[in-house]
């Protein structure tokens, strides 16, 4: 079945570090990506998204890049701040009727000052 | 302001006893979803419904029921809860455009323990 695999958190790192959470995905036909975050006490807020492959979903300075040939999507950001200490989760939807969200295990960021 | 809904935010209660966590979006959608967040699981469907009248399962709807009577709420029903699921409940909901995956919009999360 469908599957998304995060990188294990948390991270930790120092403001105006540069990120990367790795997301890797296994889906039958052609999913869209997303990235949501969680902050906390909080529902979920999509972050970013990317419908086909080559595209770059961005936001809030954060980017990913659906990469079809190594079914990746990985998040970045170039310079990190304490407010974006948060769970952060890759998903992915197929178009069926469901249109269930298949969710990673979320990575949680914690930024120090 | 946009926005989806969820009542209780926190609620305990023992097994077998009833209950049921509301949920309601203003935004005039036709797609709603209940989710359950376990730690290192992510979020796991539970039953979801494509408009008024219309609600199927999810990938974890055994002990859970739902009912769509009304656009704008889609209430979680536990007719006899167990420990099993003590869990963060999300409601979601989207536009539900026909051939679009549409953005879907979470409310802030029920956190429910079964004693």
């Known amino acids: 079945g469908d599957s998304v695999t995060q990188m294990e958190g948390p991270v930790t790192l120092s403001e105006e570090a540069f990120l990367t959470i790795n997301c890797t995905y296994t889906?039958?036909?052609?999913?869209?990506l997303f990235w949501y975050v969680q902050y906390p006490g909080e529902g979920l807020q999509l972050l970013l998204k990317?419908?086909?492959?080559?595209d770059k979903g961005s936001n809030k300075g954060f980017e990913a890049t659906y990469r079809k040939e190594t079914t990746s999507f990985h998040l970045e950001k170039g310079s990190v701040q304490v407010s974006d200490s948060a769970v952060y989760f890759c998903?992915?939807?197929?178009?069926?009727?469901?249109?269930?969200?298949?969710f990673g295990s979320g990575t949680r960021l914690q930024v120090q000052p | 302001e946009a926005q989806v809904t969820q009542n209780p935010r926190y609620l305990i209660t023992v097994t077998g006893k009833k209950l049921t966590v509301t949920c309601s979006q203003n935004?005039?959608?036709?797609?709603m979803s209940w989710y359950r967040q376990d730690p290192g699981l992510g979020l796991r469907q539970i039953y979801y419904?494509?408009?008024?009248?219309?609600?199927d399962k999810g990938d974890v709807p055994e002990g859970y029921k739902v009912s769509r009577k009304e656009k704008r709420n889609f209430p979680l029903i536990l007719e006899s809860p167990s420990p099993n699921q003590t869990s963060l409940y999300f409601c979601?909901?989207?536009?539900?455009?026909?051939?679009?995956?549409?953005?879907?919009?979470f409310g802030p999360g029920t956190r429910l323990t079964v004693t």
């Open positions: 990317a419908t086909k492959a080559d």
């Open positions: 889906a039958t036909g052609y999913p869209s």
């Open positions: 979601a909901s989207s536009l539900g455009l026909a051939g679009v995956v549409d953005e879907q919009y």
């Open positions: 935004m005039n959608h036709e797609y």
């Open positions: 419904s494509m408009n008024v009248e219309v609600t």
């Open positions: 998903a992915l939807s197929l178009y069926t009727g469901r249109r269930a969200l298949t």
